[in-house]
């Protein structure tokens, strides 16, 4: 039961991982916060019941920073999907933004 649960935990952190290095969501959109504070909360969890102390403090810091990230998102305005890809991309513009070159 508990490796299901380290896989479970794992899983969570990895997918959204996955996610940003293919352009698909941003490290600052929610789905990616929620599932990073879900994994690293849960092998934070894990590490306390084996006494894993150095496992603790990297899943525990894991799950305060996206913790922290989602405090920051909750207090701006919800943006669309559309805005959350956009952010994944570095150096991508918004849409409708006129910056072509002449």
Request: proline content about 5%.
């Amino acid at each position: 039961m508990m490796l299901a649960l380290q896989f479970a935990g794992a899983i969570a952190i990895l997918v959204p991982f996955a996610m940003y290095q293919r352009g698909r969501w941003s490290q600052h959109g929610r789905r990616y916060l929620w599932l990073n504070l879900a994994g690293a909360g849960l092998l934070t969890a894990l590490a306390v019941l084996d006494a894993q102390w150095g496992f603790v403090l990297v899943q525990g810091a894991w799950a305060l920073a996206a913790g922290w990230g989602l405090a920051r998102n909750a207090q701006r305005p919800r943006t669309g999907r559309r805005s959350e890809l956009t952010a994944a991309r570095p150096g991508s513009l918004p849409t409708g933004s006129q910056d072509a070159a002449p």
